[in-house]
């Protein structure tokens, strides 16, 4: 098996990440960024706002259009879909482990290290949660590597380095057009230093270098020069907003960081010891590929830390530097005959602890309250997958067979999000969940109170307008309202006296019960309000 993957290293990668990035998609609730990202889209092609973007007819410049202008390519056939609104952003993540797979080839001149580390990035918790949590995120990182792979080619190339800058500029520049700057500080940015001290430092290096990036920003900001002309107002109250939250909003210390390592899941331990640059160098095949990949996980936490504002998903960069470094401590450890102790002590445990996770899913029963026949169905499939792997690990548990332990991880994280990631729905404790439906709003017009959560846009699939009872108050003889459960009795208040409540139905958007069912504060639940004129 080992022998096929490496024969086909792109066609395994593609394979690996369809059933990691393409099943489920329609399991998970929509997430506040998602549902942000799916209302400018539905905008686009709703309302023709193309270039100013909006969510709910408000203008919304706080993220670059690039990935609402991608999904409208699917989301144009169903805009209700949600399958058609994520299919996008896992197309993308797939594109970012092949982007990833050719650059590490081009920087270690192998297919096997490229492979490997290629694998240990696709497997990587965040990398796959991110996509549901903040999707921009996948297309800034994965365009900026597809910019680092042809600008080291660039670099490399005697013949077509025109070619490969103008390919580096692109990438750049849609990766800006996708989230800004992040990318550009926290991938190329620690990209470009730990390349010039590991590699060149040429003249031609330097002046490839600055002339793409360069180059590439210009193509990627002229969405920003275009809004700052049509709408400077509002860009500018905006652009300062965002400005002020990187060293006011979720303020964390300089070390909250540090543990890094434990974005990459299932690989925590094995990454955790491929950070002993002293240890491994003398071991490691490429010692200059093996200093180039520390140095670049390296600063890019330092850089990361170095910004006030902190948050776990925006250690995603990092995961592209540490599987690279990852991938050559365990091709060592693939052709060694004689372990170190360290690897061994390591391999050791994290190879009990997968285990133990493996077979620790027969406790499934005991934290879910219903217990149908698909539940059961599920629940005896995932665990007769996850025996099975448990058991290669359990007869395959020796540090001279590292290359079938090495698939064993990638097997579980494959079960995980095909078969696992189901299950969801079966955990979902809450029997009042529900969302709102466009077949509940009998109205053309929909009004929303003091403010309105973006996943409740989502589920209304229409654009809602603020009401304002201090204005005139809406002619129609039926009036339907959304209210949050915070400003519901201060709405009731203000209901003008030739109106009456027909109806009212609540929205209760929470996975799971509140450790209090008797409170509501801090949870998702709305009001749909249906007010009636008096006769």
Not at 469 to 477: E, G, L, N, V
């Amino acid at each position: 098996m080992i022998k096929l993957i490496y024969k086909y290293p792109v066609i395994t990668l593609i394979i690996v990440c369809v059933i990691l990035f393409f099943f489920n998609l329609g399991v998970l609730p929509v997430s506040i960024m998602e549902a942000r990202n799916f209302n400018v889209d539905r905008e686009m092609l709703t309302e023709n706002n193309w270039l100013l973007t909006t969510m709910n007819a408000i203008p919304r410049y706080e993220k670059p259009p690039f990935p609402a202008w991608f999904t409208t390519m699917f989301s144009q056939f169903d805009i209700k879909s949600v399958f058609l609104y994520r299919l996008p952003t896992s197309i993308v993540a797939t594109l970012g482990v092949l982007f990833s797979y050719y650059l590490f080839k081009s920087l270690a001149k192998t297919k096997k290290i490229a492979l490997i580390a290629s694998l240990v990035l696709s497997t990587s918790f965040y990398y796959i949660a991110i996509r549901f949590e903040a999707p921009s995120d996948t297309y800034t990182h994965a365009f900026m590597i597809a910019g680092l792979l042809f600008l080291t080619k660039a670099i490399q190339s005697s013949t077509k380095s025109l070619l490969y800058s103008f390919l580096a500029i692109l990438g750049i520049a849609i990766s800006v057009l996708s989230k800004g700057p992040v990318s550009l500080y926290a991938l190329f940015l620690p990209f470009i230093i730990a390349y010039f001290i590991a590699y060149s430092s040429s003249k031609k290096a330097i002046i490839i270098s600055i002339s793409t990036l360069l180059l590439g920003i210009a193509l990627g900001t002229t969405w920003y020069l275009y809004v700052r002309l049509a709408d400077p107002k509002v860009f500018t109250e905006i652009a300062a907003q965002e400005t002020s939250n990187w060293s006011s909003y979720n303020v964390r210390p300089f070390y909250y960081y540090w543990s890094f390592f434990i974005q990459s899941g299932i690989w925590t331990v094995p990454a955790l010891i491929s950070l002993a640059y002293p240890y491994f160098k003398s071991k490691v095949d490429n010692k200059k590929l093996y200093k180039f990949s520390w140095l670049w996980t390296v600063l890019a936490v330092i850089l990361l830390s170095a910004i006030p504002e902190k948050k776990s998903r925006y250690l995603v960069p990092v995961l592209f530097p540490l599987a690279l470094n990852l991938a050559q401590v365990l091709l060592y450890q693939f052709r060694t005959k004689k372990l170190d102790i360290v690897s061994r002590i390591a391999m050791k445990f994290h190879y009990v602890l997968i285990f133990c996770i493996g077979i620790s899913v027969v406790a499934i029963p005991l934290i879910i309250e219903v217990r149908t026949t698909s539940f059961w169905i599920w629940y005896y499939t995932l665990v007769a997958l996850m025996f099975a792997i448990s058991a290669v690990i359990f007869f395959n548990y020796s540090p001279l067979k590292s290359k079938v332990l090495f698939v064993s991880n990638i097997l579980i994280i494959l079960v995980v999000t095909s078969v696992g990631i189901y299950g969801i729905q079966f955990f979902k404790q809450n029997d009042k969940y529900n969302t709102l439906t466009s077949a509940e709003l009998q109205q053309s017009h929909l009004y929303y109170y003091k403010s309105i959560q973006p996943e409740v846009i989502w589920d209304s699939n229409r654009v809602s307008q603020p009401l304002d009872f201090s204005k005139s108050f809406p002619s129609q003889h039926n009036v339907q309202v959304i209210v949050e459960n915070g400003y519901m009795e201060e709405f009731k208040k203000q209901i003008p006296s030739e109106y009456e409540i027909k109806s009212v139905k609540t929205y209760d958007k929470n996975y799971f019960k509140a450790a209090d069912s008797r409170r509501h504060d801090g949870r998702k639940v709305f009001y749909l309000y249906t007010l009636k004129r008096k006769n």
